[in-house]
């Protein structure tokens, strides 16, 4: 018996290849500047899905994503690595979403594919870097969640539980979760797996935009070549029920008031040796010019 | 992300260069497939945007999972024990990578679980693997075989086989050398016996062979009561506990590769296509794709060698400035990197006329109402098939070496030592020139073509495009050097002499060999400045080792050949 796993991707942009300037006068992040990529975490939980479907027979790969037609890309190179299934939670109704307001939209769609088992993501974001949205959605689905996780130990589909190693500042441990389970992924397992070249022929024109307002209702992009199959479905506020009051800017509680484009003035580092009394008294020059205390 | 063709310009140029257009035609059979599977392209466009995509997978598993391994590949080794190979660790995670990537397949037909993607662009994907790490050989050698099996094979070997090896799932090896049978494949002894039902049985010992732990295996043995060539079949094995592996070969370079002696006792097999075939026909087809594997293994390694070499003359100083500005070294450097292009451009050409009479042959067999239309075309790209693949393999395992050899020089000390790269491309470079026919055999392949008219003739239609455009001094000193070839070679030919023709093969097949390229890199320069710059280059200094060659041959008085008795004290 397979497991239906989804997995939660982000096309974010790229921070570390900045070829303009990375912030705009501001403080926003100029997207205009920076290429988009698959949030780097979340390629490493595709990998663990994509294993979980190689150890299990007749599991299922299901990718969702939000954000704008673009975002599309993260969902193709999805299908190239080796997904089932994909979809594009799109609507003009979830801009602004902060964390919270994402993951409730995210949990209506895990819901519309139901009967999930596993739910995989990055740990973080890197643009917003709040690791919110994972917890959050195990929260809004009333499912175990385990974050930050580096390697499976053991995986028992039939008695229907995982235990996985976790990353923690001073080590990891293992933890054991029954199913249905989410969990969050660092980037120090599962090293990602190239796409496979024939999955790339056969998705490669799988179009991103609907033509017009009234296809955008779960209506389905298609692969160039196989003009019959759902390939990227693309989904709404309707289709996957969710209460516009909980979506977009009216379901974000967070306001942001103000953005300081923070530019860091420090020149130099400064070395100190690795000695109880070297590491004393740095703590003690911190505390004295209020650096931390 | 790393990738080793987005990184590799003269890579990029080349396939955006290269006229594939026929290639693609022939392959896809004018695009039957289309509408049966949903990988398969519809046009020229298509096919061409799904092999870049391919190479750039290729490119990233190149640079990601095998370049950083290498070291510790060449370092570990591979070990044998209780009788099977253990390969290096990074060494399986790469070949687990290319199956994930669906490339262990790439060129078998789509109906066998493969791509269909002509050779020109394994050559590509080949050279990229090899600059990653040399060592890395399982790729070609699949490929190789399936195709082999995908040619000669019966239907069911064929439906029963080549998707194992397409999925990647079992390695495979072909089998061929035995202690006393090395380029005389003739002398080979291994016995294949015919059993009571009809099946066959193999015993005997094979030596030097590549990855003979792979289950899969074409195994060339002799299976009739008669000496010499056409007592030799082919077959198909899978290897189980009836065939040893006794030992695997201490290796001066290539240490990821297993090289097995293996030993066969009453080892299951069945034969492959006809009896006495086994050498004339099929291990020289399987032979030919293999040595136009090793001529890209060679432009990897060059390609590998000459980055390594320009980065270390960029960043050392010595007398007060980088060793780069120094005429002593950027001659060599300069001399490489020519070198290194020269090859790729003769590659390619040589794996594009390898895949056109490779889709002529397909299309005239699958529509027979074809064949005298095509046949006219299957016979010159068979003849240019069979001239260009030796001086590409020679030319590019002799320039691997070189470039290496001139990559240490740069490095001075330094490359000598085990923490450089560069010795361990020389010592990987050194079996490139020897396996699957030493650069002596590929002379002896090639050396037909130069006499009958073959290399003449491929020259004469390079001369006839159209050169309008660049400069006539160049143009006129590839006629002069090809008129001293063609003089050249009715010198020759006058002699009646065989001896006298064996002993200055090497240079003829040279000869033509630089002329082609020179066209070659003037067809590049049509395109770009810098490759305009290149193709001079060469062509300034072609044109004195054509004259030297030329010189020699026809000199009067020839020493050489009355005196090495003598000097070498060989008895008459």
Sequence with gaps: MGLNIVVLVKQVPDTKNVTGKAMKDDGTVNRAALPAIFNPEDLHALEAALTVKDQVPGSRVNVITMGPPSATQVLKDSLYRGADFVALISDRKFAGADTLATSYALKCAIEKIGNVDLVFCGRQAIDGDTAQVGPQTAEKLGMNQVTCVSAFTKLDAKARTIAVRRSLESGYEVVRAKLPVLLTFTDEGFAPRPSSARRVMMYKNASAAPTAEASYDDCYMNASACKDNEIIALWDIASIKADPESCGLAGSPTKVKKIDSVVLTAQDIRMIDNSESAIGSLVHELIADHTIG | ?572
């Design chain 2, 1 to 572: 992300m790393e990738n080793f063709f987005l990184d590799n310009e003269d890579l990029l140029f080349q396939l955006e260069h290269m006229d594939l257009d026929r290639v693609i035609r022939l392959y896809e059979d004018e695009f039957a497939e289309a509408a049966k599977y949903p990988y398969a392209p519809k046009d020229v466009a298509d096919a061409r945007d799904n092999y870049r995509r391919t190479i750039e997978i290729a490119g990233q598993i190149a640079a990601e999972f095998m370049a950083p391994f290498a070291p510790e590949v060449d370092a570990t080794g591979v070990k044998l024990v209780n009788g099977e190979v253990i390969m290096a660790p990074p060494t399986v995670k790469a070949w687990d990578m290319l199956s994930k990537a669906e490339l262990t397949g790439l060129t078998f037909a789509r109906a066998n679980g493969g791509l269909n993607i002509p050779l020109t662009v394994l050559s590509m994907i080949g050279e990229m693997m090899s600059r990653a790490d040399a060592s890395f050989l399982n790729l070609g050698l699949q490929q190789d075989i399936g195709a082999t099996l995908e040619r000669f094979g019966s239907a069911e070997q064929i439906a029963r086989i080549v998707p194992i090896l397409a999925r990647g799932e079992e390695g495979s090896a072909m089998i061929l050398t035995e202690p006393d049978a090395g380029s005389d494949l003739q002398a080979v002894t291994l016995k294949a016996t015919q059993t009571a039902n009809g099946g066959w049985v193999l015993n005997g010992v094979k030596r030097f062979i590549t990855n003979g732990c792979g289950r899969i295996g074409l195994v060339l043995a002799r299976s009739e009561d008669r000496e010499g060539a056409r007592g030799l079949s082919m077959f198909l094995y899978k290897r189980g506990k009836e065939t040893l592996i006794r030992r695997v070969e201490e290796k001066l370079g290539i240490h990821g590769s297993p090289t097995c002696e293996m030993q066969f006792n009453n080892a299951p097999c069945e034969l492959v296509g006809e009896r006495g075939r086994g050498l004339t026909k099929y291990t020289m087809w399987l032979m030919n794709s293999a040595r136009l594997s090793v001529a890209s293994q060679g432009v990897g390694i060059g390609e590998a060698a000459f980055r390594e070499a320009e980065k270390y003359a960029r960043e050392r100083c010595q007398f007060g400035k980088a060793i780069i500005e120094m005429p002593a070294v950027y001659e060599m450097l300069t001399e490489m990197r020519v070198a290194v292009e020269a090859g790729r451009s003769l590659l390619y050409e040589t794996a594009k006329v390898v895949d056109l009479k490779e889709g002529l042959e397909r299309v005239s067999e699958l529509h027979p109402e074809k064949s005298a239309e095509l046949k006219a075309d299957v016979k010159k790209y068979v003849r240019y098939a069979a001239f260009f693949t030796p001086i590409a393999k020679m030319y590019n395992s002799e320039m691997a070496n070189k470039v290496a050899y001139d990559a240490i020089q740069i490095h001075g000390g330094t490359g000598f030592m085990k923490d450089f790269n560069v010795e361990r491309h020389a010592r990987d470079a050194r079996i490139t020139n020897i396996y699957e026919g030493t650069t002596q055999l590929q002379v002896v392949a090639a050396i037909g073509g130069v006499m009958a008219g073959t290399a003449i003739n491929i020259i004469d239609e390079y001369a006839a495009e159209d050169w309008s455009a660049l400069p006539v001094h160049l143009v006129k000193t590839l006629e002069k050097a090809r008129d001293s070839l063609e003089r050249t070679i009715l010198h020759t030919k006058d002699t009646n002499s065989q001896e006298f023709l064996d002993f200055h093969a090497r240079r003829l097949v040279e000869m033509a060999t630089d002329l082609i390229m020179a066209w070659l890199l003037l067809r590049d320069a049509r395109h770009s400045p810098r490759k305009l710059r290149l193709a001079e280059t060469f062509i300034e200094r072609l044109q004195f080792r054509v004259k030297a060659h030329s010189e020699y041959i026809t000199a009067e008085d020839a020493f050489f050949m009355k005196n090495y008795r003598e000097i070498l004290n060989i008895k008459a």
